[in-house]
């Protein structure tokens, strides 16, 4: 299904998920407005982006942001000061009611594919690669804020059209083929078929109030 004439807020453009995602929008012929700490990073120019220097820690014009918008795409990490406070939490708890005040419904928030859904159990096979790689590697605290982001939107945003994907991301090369929702598999995947995948799925009415991984099209 192709959207038309959509404008996008993105978070976390510069990332290299953002890039290609704002990459697509723009080919698509969209319009994305992109809130960066560094635009220099952004190494594309068009007509149809606009860029806002800043972060969600210090973001005070949401309101400003939203106006225009159809739909809202947070593909934000930052494992560092995730271990240091939910920054992601605080942030859309900002974010949802600012969307309402200005009648934006379609959310999309990238998560981890070892990122737990609202009052489940990981599999043992997650459970350990959470608590072993992740640990390892500094990542818990990410998913935890990951988290505390799909209780608050689970128990009071429904009136929000959200949907997150737990995304499992392995590298940063070619394409690998296409990603299908799934509650169950998940496969590791390349920043741009995981950004293909998100630009397909923010308009799937199906895929509302869903926590799901995506997995290769065999």
């Not at 929008?25 to 952004?42: C, F, S, T």
């Not at 969600?56 to 494992?79: P, Q, R, S």
């Not at 390349?190 to 109030?209: E, G, R």
Request: charged share 25%.
């Amino acid at each position: 299904m192709k959207h038309s004439k959509s404008t996008f807020l993105v978070f976390g453009a510069s990332g290299r998920t953002g890039q290609h995602f704002v990459s697509i929008a723009l080919k698509e012929g969209h319009k994305v407005k992109a809130l960066v700490r560094n635009p220099e990073k952004m190494k594309m120019k068009n007509s149809n982006l606009e860029l806002f220097k800043g972060s969600i820690t210090d973001c005070e014009d949401l309101d400003d942001l939203l106006n225009g918008v159809n739909f809202v795409i947070c593909m934000l990490g930052n494992a560092q000061e995730q271990n240091k406070a939910p920054i992601n939490t605080i942030f859309i708890k900002k974010l949802i009611p600012a969307m309402r005040r200005q009648g934006v419904k379609r959310f999309l928030y990238q998560a981890g594919g070892l990122t737990r859904r609202y009052k489940d159990r990981l599999s043992f096979v997650t459970w350990v690669l959470r608590n072993t790689v992740a640990r390892y590697n500094g990542l818990l605290g990410q998913h935890k804020d990951n988290e505390t982001v799909i209780e608050y939107l689970v128990e009071e945003a429904q009136d929000v059209d959200w949907i997150v994907h737990r995304a499992g991301i392995i590298s940063d090369g070619p394409s690998k083929g296409l990603l299908k929702r799934d509650c169950r598999k998940i496969s590791l995947a390349t920043h741009v078929d995981i950004a293909k995948y998100n630009f397909q799925v923010i308009n799937d009415k199906t895929a509302i109030h869903t926590c799901d991984l995506s997995c290769y099209i065999k």
